[in-house]
């Protein structure tokens, strides 16, 4: 087991190799379809981002309200693929790494070892158990998207795995490819 | 007749909602702890554990098992000796409100599939009937996700066609899901009627348990020959490797046409959740 901390430098990422079994402990940003939508939407309007992606990490994942008293409610990872084909102008900007599920495309990889970041995965469907793991959670962009609002949150030692490394190297076997 | 007032509907469909989102299906539980007994790798056998302690804390603690709450859907089986006393609509969608606004649950319902407005309610819901002899009220509610919801697909087969194009479908659509749908999976499976029954059936499959097989013969040899070739794709638990790729394979099936052989999958995660009540 790793434990990592963010923001991910570049020396961290290098570090790392898929099928590594990582506890991240920091801040990392949530953001979904809408969010990755408007972001990019932001950048193809040529105008600046409203926040620092340099050495962030993005978390695919919309959570369910919190309780009262907690932080968070049921907090997993969305799938991933669905963010590719915004996903190499955000990792350009400087983002360090990505949490989400599933397989990501070619052009993804390309760019994650262009700019030597990581994908991670999070196990899918234990949401609950995830939410034990964030301190904090607050909206900081885009609110009148409800659950696919832009979350700050805090966390400590919330499991991963490297899912692609910066070179590159992928976690899924064979079996778990989508494409033949 | 026998009466019954929409407002015990609205209830009913609030505690179903929230049943379904907080507490794991036994028969899914006890399918994940005898596939856990089964695993041998370390990275299968620890993402069993997670989602097995992920059920336990999810029930304790009263927190969605999964963050997609899903959109709701809604199977009604209405006697022919029952009247419905009330907005029996209105019931159904304000007993989903009600329920998400409670349990704290998402909200993942936009209002139109191009304008994409959060209704903040996650309704409206969808509704099925089935008018059935009786006179009582069935309630099932399915909140699905739609990590694996997208992995779902129809195909409409030959009429000629043998069981093992069925089986070729099937075994792309599990493949072309991989690790996005979060396995291990459970397939409901429609199979004839027309286009939109065969998708209907395929969602009903996911209700039933998946410890109670078809009541056909040679659609229970089908389920058992499906459960045991999905398996050896080896796609595993969260797409990582391993023997369990899916927990169970329903079939429901109908009369079809002389010219066709319709075969839904819907497809659904390890986190499959339905909740009924008869009232």
């Known amino acids: 087991m790793i434990n990592i901390t963010t923001p991910l430098t570049e020396d961290v990422r290098k570090s790392l190799k898929a099928g590594d079994e990582v506890l991240l402990t920091g801040t990392i940003l949530t953001a979904r379809d809408a969010a990755h939508k408007r972001l990019c939407d932001t950048l193809n309007k040529g105008k600046a981002l409203p926040l620092n992606l340099k050495d962030a990490v993005i978390y695919y994942c919309g959570p369910t309200p919190a309780r009262p008293g907690r932080p968070i409610g049921s907090c997993g990872p969305t799938t991933s693929s669905r963010m590719d084909l915004f996903t190499p102008a955000l990792i350009s900007l400087g983002l360090g790494g990505m949490i989400g599920k599933g397989d990501r495309s070619d052009e993804v990889t390309k760019a994650i070892k262009k700019h030597r970041c990581v994908y991670f995965l999070a196990t899918g469907g234990i949401g609950a158990l995830l939410s034990t793991k964030v301190r904090s959670s607050k909206v900081i962009l885009y609110n009148d998207l409800g659950p696919e609002a832009i979350h700050k949150l805090e966390v400590k030692d919330f499991p991963l795995l490297v899912g692609i490394d910066s070179k590159g190297n992928n976690i899924y076997g064979k079996a778990g490819r989508k494409k033949e | 007749m026998r009466e019954i007032n929409a407002s015990k509907i609205r209830e009913a469909v609030t505690e179903l909602c929230l049943r379904a989102n907080f507490e794991l299906r036994q028969d899914v539980l006890r399918a994940l702890r005898s596939a856990l007994k089964k695993e041998t790798g370390g990275r299968a056998r620890n993402i069993l554990k997670s989602i097995i302690e992920n059920a336990q804390l999810a029930k304790k603690k009263r927190i969605a098992i999964c963050q997609d709450t899903g959109l709701v859907s809604i199977f009604l089986e209405i006697g022919n000796d029952v009247a419905i006393k009330g907005d029996l609509e209105e019931a159904l969608h304000g ?97 004839g009627g027309t286009f939109d029954h065969a998708a209907l059936l395929s969602k009903k499959a996911l209700l039933r348990s998946i410890e109670t097989r078809n009541t056909k013969k040679h659609f229970r040899m089908l389920e058992k020959d499906l459960l045991k070739a999905v398996n050896s794709l080896k796609i595993g638990p969260m797409g990582l490797g391993g023997k369990t790729t899916v927990l169970g394979v329903n079939i429901e099936e109908f009369p079809t046409h002389i010219a066709g052989l319709p075969v839904a999958v819907s497809v659904s995660c390890h986190a499959t959740r339905s909740a009924e009540k008869v009232l």
């Not at chain 2, 075994?171 to 291990?184: I, M, Q, T, Y």
């Open chain 2, 95 to 191: 007993g989903v409100e009600d329920a998400y606004k409670k349990g704290h649950l998402r909200k993942s319902v936009v209002d139109d599939s191009l304008m994409r407005k959060n209704t903040n309610t996650n309704t409206p819901c969808i509704i099925h009937v089935d008018i059935v002899k009786g006179d009582r009220l069935k309630v099932t509610v399915s909140p699905k996700g739609f990590g694996s919801e997208n992995k779902s697909a129809i195909k409409m087969l030959r009429p000629t066609a043998p069981a093992s194009e069925v089986t070729d479908f099937i075994l792309e659509v599990v493949k072309n899901a991989g690790a996005d749908a979060c396995p291990p999976l459970i397939l409901g499976i429609g199979m």
